[in-house]
C-alpha cells in the first residue's frame, strides 16, 4: 500500500513538474536571452548596455490594424533582432530581416531604411502564417487547420508528396504583395504579370470569374480563391482538375512547373480583399465593373474570303499561318483534337473544313451556344479578325483521315464519341449533351431502320455534336457503316416494325387554345423527366439514361418531323425511358396540342 | 489453531522494516507537498497574463530626425509626448493622474480638458486635482536607429536620452 501511495504520489508530483516546465520555460525565451547576451557583446555605450540590462524576455507584439482585420503578430517574440541589422548574419530565428531594393527599402548615408516597418505592417501581412502562435508549429501555420501557413517557407505534412518540393520558395510571397499593389505590371511582382498573363493567354478567363478581371460563367468563380485555399489545392487543381471534383469539365493544360507557379501564384493573391481600398471604394468600384476588353493581339488582316484548300496565295497563307498560331496559343486544343494533339473534351477539328462552313464557325465561335444549346465551349471575347483567321485555318483543313474499311471509318470518325466498344462512352462523352448514341442498345438500334440511320449520319443531328457526315463519306461508305454498327456493336438485325398509325402532319391546327391545353397536359404527363421548363432536366432526369431529350434545344425540335414527334409520344422510343402514351390513354388529339405547345416555343429566332 | 495467529502476525517488527516504511512515508510526503507547492506557484504565476490584446506597451516612434529640437509632440494613440530638446529626447505619459483622461499640451506644460489639471513642462502638478506628476516613461534607440519607448518602465522626471 504505502509503496503504491509513493509510487503515485511522485507520479503526480513529476507530471506536475512536466506540465510546469511546459507552461513556464518557453524556447522563446531562450531565443530572447541569446539574443541580449549577443547584443550586450555588440553594444558600444554603457547606455545601451544598461537598456539592455533591464530588459527580460517577454511576449513581444505587433497590432497590426491597418491592413483587413486586426492582427496580432507575436512573430517577433522569437524573432526579436529581425530588425536589428547587426543580426544579418546569423542564423533564424535570430537572423536579421534581410534589406531589399525590391521591396522599396532605401539605402541613405549608408543605412538602410525599410519601406515595409514592422511597427506598421507586422510579419503575417506579407509572410502568412498564424501571429498568435508561439511554438514554432502553430506560429508557422504547419497546423493542417490553419489556413494560411506562411508562404513559399512551409510546406504542411498533409501536402502531396510530389508537389511539396514545388510549393517552396520565395516567389510565392508574391501573392501578399499583391493585396495591397494591386496594379497591373507591378515592377515587384512580375510572378503575379505572369500568372495573369496565363489566365488570359490559356483561356481561363473563358470559364472563370475573378472579380474586375473577367466574367467567365461556366466554372467556379476565382475572386476569393486564395482566400479558401492553400497553394498545394491550388497546384493541384491547375495540374489535374479532376483530383478534387470527379465530374470536372476543366482541361489539362499540360502546363510547364514555372507556368504552374506564376498560375497559383497569381490565383492564391485572389483573396477578394484590397487593402488599399476602403469597402466604399470596392462598392464603387463593382458597380463601375466593365466587361473585360478583347485581348488586344497585333491584328494583321482578317480577309473574310473562304480559303481554297488548294495552293494559298502568300497573303491568305500569312492568315492561315496567324489562324494556326492563334488556334495553337489559345488553347483549343486543351479541349479539342487537332492533329496528335488532344485535349480529349470536345470534337475533332483534324478535318473540320470538311464538316463545317464558314458562317457556321464564326457564328459557333461568337456565341458557342447559337448552333447547339446545350454547348460548354465558352464565350471567349476575341477580336472580330481573329475569329476570322482561326476560322479561315479550320476550313482550311480538308484532309480526311484514311476510310478504306467501315471499321476504320468507324474508329477514325465515330469512336472518339461513340466509344470503341459502340456504348455511347467515347473520351468526350461526358462533356456531350446530348450524349453520343449508345449504339449497342440493341432496343433502340434494332426498332430503327437503316434509312433512318443513314440520314442520321449524312445529315448529323440538328443541335447535336453529331456532325454530317455526307460531307465526308459517300453512300456506300455510310451504308458499310450501319452495317458493320449492326454486325458489331448492335448485334441484332434491324426488326421490322408494325406499321404505326401517325399523321404525317399534325391535325391540330396551332392556335393559342391548343397551345395552352398542350401545356396543361405537358405540365401532367411529361414535366416528371423533361422538366417544367421543358430543357430535359426534371426530376427523374438523374436516373435515365440516356437522358430525356432538352425540348428546348430549337435546332432539335425544329429537325423534327411532326411525324417522328407524333410517333415518339404516341408509341414510345424503344431503349430510352420514353414510354408509349398511348398505353396511358393519351390521344391523337392530346399529342396534337402537346406538338404545338412545343413548337410555341421552338419557333425559330428572327 | 486460535483465530488471531492468522490475523496478526507474529513476526517482529525489525528496524529495517521500519526504516523502509519510513521512507516511503518520505517518498508520499515529498510528492504530495512538492506537487502543492507547484500548484500553489503556477496559480500565484497565472494570475498575470503574459499577453494582453492592447497595444503593446514597448513600440517604436520613429527616427529621432522625426521630432527636430525643440518639438512637443503629444502621440494619442499611444498616450505619451515625444519632448525633444537639443540633443535630448523624453517621452512623457499624457495619461492624467487623476481619472486617466489624456491630457493635451498647453502653452505652459499640459493641461486635462475634464476635470482642469494643470501639468508643467515636465509633468509636475501645477493646479487641479492631480494627485501626482505625469510619468517618464524610459526611452531608447533601438539598433534599427529607431527610438523605442517602454512604458512599462517609468523613471526620474526630467531623465532625458542623450543622442
Not at chain 1, 540590462?53 to 526579436?80: A, K, N, W, Y
Not at chain 1, 493567354?201 to 467556379?220: Q, V
Not at chain 1, 448485334?491 to 391540330?508: L, S
Not at chain 2, 507537498?33 to 492592447?54: D, E, H, M, Q
Request: proline fraction near 7%.
Amino acid at each position: 500500500m504505502r509503496l503504491a501511495l509513493a509510487i503515485a504520489s511522485l507520479l503526480i508530483l513529476v507530471i506536475h513538474g512536466l506540465v510546469f516546465y511546459d507552461q513556464f520555460f518557453h524556447k522563446w525565451e531562450k531565443f530572447q536571452t541569446a539574443y541580449f547576451d549577443q547584443a550586450k557583446v555588440m553594444a558600444k555605450s554603457e547606455s545601451e548596455r544598461a537598456a539592455l540590462d533591464g530588459r527580460s524576455p517577454r511576449i513581444e507584439q505587433i497590432l497590426v490594424t491597418q491592413f483587413g482585420e486586426m492582427r496580432v503578430d507575436r512573430c517577433t517574440t522569437c524573432h526579436i533582432s529581425a530588425d536589428d541589422p547587426r543580426f544579418e548574419k546569423y542564423a533564424h530565428p535570430l537572423k536579421a530581416h534581410p534589406f531589399s531594393a525590391a521591396l522599396g527599402d532605401k539605402e541613405i548615408n549608408g543605412k538602410w531604411e525599410r519601406r515595409h516597418k514592422f511597427s506598421d505592417f507586422g510579419c503575417t501581412v506579407c509572410h502568412d502564417g498564424q501571429g498568435r502562435g508561439l511554438k514554432e508549429y502553430y506560429g508557422h501555420g504547419k497546423d493542417h487547420y490553419w489556413p494560411d501557413p506562411m508562404l513559399g517557407y512551409v510546406a504542411q505534412d498533409t501536402w502531396r508528396a510530389e508537389y511539396k518540393p514545388k510549393l517552396v520558395g520565395k516567389g510565392y510571397m508574391e501573392a501578399n504583395c499583391a493585396q495591397c499593389h494591386t496594379e497591373e505590371n507591378f515592377a515587384s511582382t512580375p510572378t503575379i504579370t505572369k500568372g495573369r498573363q496565363l489566365f488570359f493567354e490559356k483561356n481561363c478567363y473563358g470559364c472563370h470569374r475573378i472579380e474586375g478581371i473577367s466574367n467567365g460563367t461556366l466554372a467556379p468563380d476565382l475572386s476569393e480563391v486564395g482566400k479558401k485555399f492553400k497553394v498545394d489545392y491550388l497546384w493541384e487543381s491547375v495540374v489535374d482538375p479532376r483530383a478534387n471534383l470527379a465530374t470536372s469539365v476543366m482541361p489539362k493544360f499540360n502546363l510547364t512547373d514555372d507556368e504552374v507557379r506564376a498560375l497559383v501564384i497569381f490565383l492564391k493573391s485572389r483573396r477578394g480583399i484590397n487593402f488599399n481600398e476602403t469597402s466604399l471604394e470596392r462598392y464603387r468600384a463593382r458597380i463601375e465593373e466593365k466587361k473585360p476588353e478583347a485581348v488586344p493581339v497585333a491584328t494583321t488582316t482578317g480577309t473574310g474570303t473562304v480559303v481554297p484548300s488548294t495552293v494559298p496565295t502568300p497573303e491568305a497563307a500569312s492568315a492561315l499561318a496567324r489562324g494556326e498560331k492563334l488556334i495553337a496559343e489559345k488553347s483549343c486544343v486543351a479541349c479539342h483534337k487537332l492533329g496528335d494533339k488532344d485535349g480529349g473534351i470536345a470534337p475533332d477539328l483534324s478535318f473540320e473544313g470538311l464538316l463545317k462552313d464558314g458562317p457556321w464557325m464564326m457564328k459557333h465561335f461568337k456565341d458557342p451556344r447559337a448552333e447547339m444549346p446545350d454547348s460548354i465551349m465558352p464565350s471567349f471575347n476575341f477580336s472580330e479578325p481573329d475569329y476570322q483567321a482561326m476560322t479561315d485555318y479550320l476550313l482550311s483543313l480538308k484532309t480526311p483521315p484514311p476510310t478504306t474499311t467501315a471499321a476504320d471509318t468507324y474508329k477514325n470518325l465515330c469512336a472518339r464519341c461513340h466509344g470503341e466498344q459502340g456504348d455511347g462512352k467515347g473520351i468526350s462523352w461526358l462533356y456531350l449533351d446530348p450524349a453520343p448514341r449508345d449504339l449497342t442498345k440493341a432496343a433502340f438500334m434494332s426498332s430503327k431502320p437503316d434509312e433512318r440511320l443513314i440520314k442520321s449520319i449524312q445529315e448529323g443531328v440538328a443541335g447535336a455534336s453529331m456532325p454530317a457526315w455526307g460531307k465526308v463519306l459517300n453512300e456506300t461508305q455510310v451504308r458499310d457503316l450501319v452495317a458493320y454498327i449492326r454486325q458489331t456493336f448492335t448485334k441484332e438485325p434491324a426488326r421490322v416494325m408494325a406499321a404505326h398509325q401517325v399523321p404525317d402532319q399534325n391535325p391540330i391546327t396551332m392556335t393559342p387554345d391548343s397551345v395552352k391545353r398542350g401545356e396543361q397536359i405537358y405540365l401532367m404527363r411529361c414535366t416528371g423527366c423533361h422538366g417544367r421548363k421543358a430543357d430535359g432536366k426534371g426530376p427523374n432526369s438523374l436516373d435515365i439514361i440516356p437522358r430525356p431529350r432538352n425540348l428546348r434545344n430549337q435546332f432539335f425540335v425544329q429537325s423534327m418531323t411532326d411525324r417522328r414527334l407524333f410517333d415518339s409520344i404516341l408509341y414510345g422510343v424503344q431503349g430510352t425511358a420514353m414510354p408509349p402514351w398511348i398505353d396511358y390513354g393519351m390521344t391523337k388529339n392530346d399529342v396534337g396540342d402537346v406538338v404545338n405547345y412545343l413548337r410555341s416555343f421552338n419557333q425559330p429566332k428572327k | 489453531m486460535p483465530m488471531g495467529k492468522n490475523i496478526i502476525s507474529t513476526k517482529p517488527t525489525t528496524t529495517e522494516d521500519t526504516n523502509r516504511r519510513k521512507f516511503l512515508l518520505w517518498l508520499s510526503s515529498l510528492g504530495l507537498f512538492g506537487s502543492a507547492v507547484i500548484s500553489v506557484v503556477s496559480n500565484l504565476v497565472f494570475i498575470k497574463p503574459r499577453a494582453t490584446y492592447g497595444q503593446p506597451n514597448r513600440f517604436s516612434v520613429g527616427k529621432p530626425d522625426d521630432y527636430p529640437p525643440g518639438t512637443r509632440i503629444a502621440l494619442d494613440n499611444h498616450r505619451i509626448c515625444i519632448v525633444r530638446e537639443e540633443n535630448k529626447i523624453a517621452a512623457v505619459s499624457t495619461t492624467c493622474t487623476h481619472l486617466g483622461c489624456i491630457v493635451g499640451l498647453s502653452e505652459t506644460g499640459f493641461a486635462c480638458p475634464c476635470h482642469g489639471s494643470r501639468f508643467d513642462q515636465d509633468g509636475n502638478v501645477t493646479g487641479g486635482p492631480a494627485p501626482k506628476p505625469l510619468a517618464w516613461y524610459k526611452i531608447n534607440l533601438a539598433p534599427n536607429g529607431e527610438l523605442e519607448v517602454d512604458k512599462d518602465a517609468e523613471i526620474n522626471a526630467g531623465t532625458y536620452l542623450n543622442l
